[in-house]
């Protein structure tokens, strides 16, 4: 009994550990770029982080997910892109394109949207970062579970110590 409680304290540390280190990350990289950069626009080097806020993308992308995105020589019709527009980062589908200009649409969009310039475009999508998109949109609840596996394993720590 006391072999499995201690294996089971030390799951519950790497568990804990790992959800505080992803979110230390995540708030490091987004507080450098808003407060020192004086930026709304995330990058790693060439990569582009961005978070879902509409359902225009539904049913491959949900709000809340956090997305990367990286710049390309030339994009195709059916890349999914984001793109600055009137100063909100949009990311849809392109549906059709010129030498200059690129024609996109959310998956869930009725309608096209307006002409884009390519020089507009951040970036391809070239993933989708599920993992922490859940923490960030349920960051209150995971802090719970964190607050909870501490107090748990400090209940374990203390039945251990009562066995010895």
């Known amino acids: 009994m006391k072999r499995l409680l201690k ?4 799951l519950i540390n790497i568990v804990v550990y790992t959800l505080i280190i992803f979110l230390v990350i995540y708030l490091l990289i987004v507080g450098y770029h808003k407060f020192i950069k004086k930026s709304n626009l995330i990058s790693i080097n060439d990569y582009y982080i961005f978070q879902i806020v509409s359902g225009s993308m539904e049913d491959d992308y949900h709000i809340g997910d956090v997305i990367v995105a990286k710049k390309q020589n030339s994009y195709k ?15 849809h589908r392109v549906y059709d394109l010129t030498e200059n200009t690129l024609i996109t649409k959310g998956d869930a969009n009725v309608s096209l949207d307006d002409a884009i310039e390519k020089e507009k475009v951040i970036g391809k999508v070239i993933c989708k970062l599920t993992i922490l998109g859940l923490l960030i949109k349920h ?4 802090i719970f579970v964190v607050i909870m596996l501490y107090l748990i394993d400090n209940i374990i720590e203390k039945i251990i110590k009562k066995e010895s």
Do not use: A, C
């Open 77 to 91: 019709i059916g890349d999914v892109i984001t793109y600055e527009y009137e100063g909100n980062y949009i990311t």
């Open 139 to 142: 960051k209150f609840f995971i």
């Open 7 to 10: 294996l089971f304290r030390v």
